[in-house]
């Protein structure tokens, strides 16, 4: 079984939030494989699982804020026996422009704080994530008030553009491997 986890902040006062742009892409590639969402309170996560092309997967969001995404991705890994070169995180990132999106399969969170929470919990950076941009802030501008923020049309509209590819993206990291998927999709 193969994880993909969605990244972000439970609760409508953070839907449509950059810092939920991982959320919403593992709700969309749920969508696309007409799953069916459960709740799993014991693993603080809502969970969906399909088949892929031949292949289980789990799709999950967590219930938890975003700072203890490490709780979800420990206990549905321990819990359904998934190791780590089966789970994607995915996530929100500032290093890339709005509506850009990027794998990476090892490396250190960057300032993002689920995915240091999940790094810390597992001990492990060799986890691979789907990185959906959602740029930088303005000069000055706090950083956690910037990815709680609802964005500007335009830049809505490139961070749900990147949402909608990545449900593409997730099926070709399922179907071809982490490697391939990175060759077609980290292109700028």
């Keep these: 079984m193969k994880l993909i986890l969605g990244l972000g902040n439970p609760g409508a006062d953070y839907e449509g939030t950059r810092h939920n742009a991982g959320r919403e892409a593992v709700a969309a590639?749920?969508?696309?494989?007409?799953?069916?969402?459960?709740?799993?309170?014991?693993?603080?996560?809502?969970?969906?699982?399909?088949?892929?092309?031949?292949?289980?997967?789990?799709?999950?969001?967590?219930?938890v804020y975003m700072n203890e995404s490490g709780r979800t991705s420990t206990a549905l890994s321990s819990y359904y026996k998934i190791g780590p070169e089966r789970i994607l995180i995915v996530q929100d990132e500032m290093d890339l422009p709005p509506g850009r999106i990027a794998f990476i399969c090892k490396g250190r969170a960057a300032g993002h704080k689920g995915v240091a929470d999940i790094q810390n919990t597992t001990g492990r950076d060799d986890i691979c994530r789907l990185r959906i941009g959602i740029g930088r802030p303005e000069t000055g501008k706090p950083v956690e008030d910037w990815v709680l923020e609802r964005p500007p049309k335009e830049d809505a509209d490139a961070i749900g553009d990147a949402v909608s590819r990545s449900v593409e993206a997730i099926k070709d990291w399922i179907d071809l491997g982490h490697e391939k998927a990175m060759t077609k999709w980290n292109k700028k």
């Design 29 to 63: 590639f749920a969508s696309s494989l007409d799953a069916t969402w459960k709740k799993d309170a014991k693993r603080s996560a809502d969970i969906a699982k399909a088949d892929v092309g031949g292949q289980d997967v789990m799709c999950a969001r967590t219930t």
